[in-house]
């Protein structure tokens, strides 16, 4: 196996942009994203314990481009992966397959993955099939429920299983210097529909509140930066936290689920 060293980012970015996830015309789409994502990628690796004992059960709802479940084949082999994703209302069927490979490295991977809405369809899962859940780069994406979602991880998750949820901070340093220039922060309209664009963002107060009352207990709040900033920018960020790009929240569920619908995130929801 050709070395990938965990503690050299380097050797991590271009290992992932050596698979055809992305081909073609797209390619570059690809290669763009991987820049952008890659110390979000980085950042929730580490947030994903080593398990010795056992081999744990792992579901990533998202999954595709696959970046992370990459990094779990490689660097988590013990956990036991089920995906999940969705493409929109024109995909017929529940399982499906997706191949990719590396060539450079003698990898490849034909990956299994569910097909199901997070937002307003049952999990194809039985209760407690779960000792962890993936929700990356998802919730701030919803546009009708993200209750259903959360309750459903719950379902799912084991007594005392874990979710990992990360999201875009709204409350970042950004944003806030956006406003202050008369410049709007609501994220363009996509070509990829309704799902292809950040419909709700979350400060991390909203977003601890929203899984408590979903039947969670919070275990880890992480607020980290997602790009290189200035020198002044880090300094002010390491003294006010919420200014981060990006919040990391691990919950378990330990309390019973609850459907949490709190009047500043529904409106006329019958």
């Not at 990628?41 to 398990?51: D, G, M």
């Not at 481009?65 to 779990?72: K, R």
């Not at 529909?193 to 919070?218: A, D, K, M, W």
Request: aromatic fraction near 14%.
């Amino acid at each position: 196996m050709t070395v990938v060293d965990l503690d050299r980012p380097d050797t991590i970015r271009d290992y992932l942009s050596s698979f055809d996830t992305f081909s073609g015309a797209a390619r570059q789409e690809g290669i763009n994203y991987l820049n952008d994502a890659f110390q979000r990628l980085y950042t929730t690796l580490s947030l994903i314990p080593r398990a010795k004992d056992t081999s744990p059960t792992l579901l990533e709802l998202g999954a595709n481009p696959y970046f992370l479940t990459i990094l779990l084949k490689r660097f988590r082999p013990e956990q036991r992966l089920s995906l999940a994703n969705y493409f929109g209302p024109h995909w017929i069927g529940l399982e499906h397959f997706q191949k990719i490979s590396s060539p450079e490295y003698g990898e490849e991977y034909n990956f299994a993955f569910l097909h199901f809405n997070v937002e307003n369809e049952r999990f194809p899962y039985q209760d407690a099939s779960f000792d962890f859940v993936l929700f990356c780069e998802i919730i701030e994406h919803l546009v009708q429920h993200p209750t259903w979602a959360l309750i459903e991880i719950h379902r799912v998750l084991k007594p005392g299983g874990r979710v990992l949820i990360t999201t875009p901070n709204v409350l970042r340093l950004q944003n806030i210097l956006a406003l202050m220039n008369q410049r709007n922060i609501y994220d363009p309209y996509s070509g990829y529909g309704p799902y292809g664009r950040h419909n709700r963002e979350y400060t991390s107060h909203e977003l601890v509140e929203l899984v408590q009352g979903c039947g969670f207990e919070i275990e880890h709040l992480v607020m980290a930066d997602k790009y290189v900033h200035p020198v002044w920018q880090r300094l002010l960020c390491a003294v006010w936290r919420r200014f981060r790009d990006n919040i990391y929240l691990v919950a378990k569920a330990t309390c019973p689920s609850a459907e949490y619908r709190p009047t500043w995130l529904y409106r006329s929801f019958h």
